[in-house]
């Protein structure tokens, strides 16, 4: 006996937002981190604050932590983003 | 309307399953094949077409047609009979404050919960007696299910994908049961809820797995919630601190006692909430005083009011065995509870 039997996925691809222009050189720039508020991305973070400032001359580094580790992040810092050159999200786990 | 979803041929039962694992659709049982005349069964018996909307998922943006949940719910096993809660549970924990993404997704590895209250739970069999935490009956195992397999494979949430739990726990598979509203003078889950008696409804909680208690050696309510109670406070100890959510399910032997006591489920929640709490020191006691910091003296209770605990009457006639569900993770994941057959993000109708 055939069986005729239907996708139980999506089959449509989900929604994805456009990749902001690359920058050239990050010399100069502000950069945004999101952190989830997990321990584990305190080190992270720092080191490539360090990284970044000192091997590829960002002038500045401001730092943002989500109100909820699980969650989307907050609309103050989503608003935020738009100050910034480039963004940094990165969880902690 | 047709039915939209692209159709494949297999040769035999054989070869449905293989196709099914292949293509990482299955929670690894067999499955039972969607044909098309069982999918739509399921539609018609809900009165949905094929392509109406259920919700779009808060975080990423996915749009969850009947269709789709209607597939997955027949290879759970379900009867169109049972599609109706599949859908409403799947319109809950698509409501913002279930924050499905997070726990979902998270190392923290909890199942989805599902109580049901209400006629419905007669016209489909689900039992709240007996094994209620387990293979009770048909209509809570595959009701269950269906809702893992959409998870699976609507929102992408299989293990190493967009499930990253460490452990998960067996609820994993199923963690649905019915509350045993006939064997007890409480009112239901639902209706604490703010749903009427004539409702039926699902409520949905983002559940760690079963902690199971036992008192058989005293009468006295006080005596009896405190072993809950002390439960609750290893759970706050050993797992997370953080207030939320629990479910406490009291079985026929327990609650007649409270209940011949005149306790009602709000005089429950009431003693926990004051009982099931700890002070961050208590860390120290289990290895985890590196976190205490100065703040040992600070209280952390269980739930941040009464109403977040969630008495359920449930279980076989005897025996003193009960259980605390833990929340995932606190308040980050909210239970909900939808009526079934109401739709709440509709229009008002046109006059």
Known sequence: ???????????????????????????????????????????????????LREQHGVADVVMRTKSNYSAPADPHIVAEIRSWHAVVSGIGD | ?????????????????????????????????PTAEAVQACLDWAMMP????????????????AEKLAINAVMAGCLPMHFPVVATAWTAMMQPEFLMHGAT?????????????????????????????GNSDRATAVIGRALRLCLINLMDVRPGAI????????GKFSFCLAEDEEDTTWLSLAETRGIPKEASAVTV?????????????????????????????????????????????????????????????????????????IHRREWAEVGKGAVVRDRGDSVYPAME?????LVVAAGGPAGGFGAVIPPWLGHKSHAVTVPIGACIDCEPPKQ
Request: charged share 20%; glycine share 10%; with cysteine.
């Open chain 2, 163 to 170: 499930d990253r739990s460490t452990l998960g726990h067996p």
């Open chain 2, 50 to 65: 094929a392509d109406q909307l259920i919700g779009v998922e808060p975080v990423r943006g996915l749009a969850v047609t």
């Open chain 2, 205 to 277: 909680m983002a559940a760690g797995a079963p902690r199971q208690i036992m008192n058989e050696w005293t009468t006295k309510p006080e005596e009896i919630l405190e072993t809950f109670a002390a439960e609750m406070r290893a759970n706050l100890r050993h797992y997370s601190i953080h207030p939320g959510n629990y479910a406490l399910i009291i079985p026929k032997q327990l609650r007649e006692h409270l209940q011949a006591a005149g306790w009602s489920k709000a005089d429950i929640a009431s003693f926990i909430h004051e009982r099931a709490r």
């Open chain 2, 105 to 133: 997704a998270s190392t923290g590895g909890c199942a989805v919960l599902v109580v049901l209250n209400g006629p419905i739970r007669l016209e489909l069999g689900a039992s709240g007696g007996f094994n209620a935490l």
């Open chain 2, 305 to 309: 009011s009464p109403d977040q605990l």
């Open chain 2, 1 to 33: 309307m047709p039915l939209d979803s692209r159709t494949y041929e297999a040769a035999d039962i054989a070869a449905v399953q293989e196709l099914y694992h292949a293509n990482g659709w299955t929670d690894g049982l067999p499955i039972v094949p």
């Open chain 1, 1 to 51: 006996m055939t069986f005729r039997v239907l996708d139980p996925t999506p089959e449509k691809a989900p929604p994805i937002g456009q990749l902001a222009p690359r920058l050239g050189s990050l010399r100069g720039k502000t950069v945004g981190f999101i952190s989830n508020g997990k321990e584990g991305t305190k080190g992270f973070f720092a080191h490539l604050d360090r990284l």
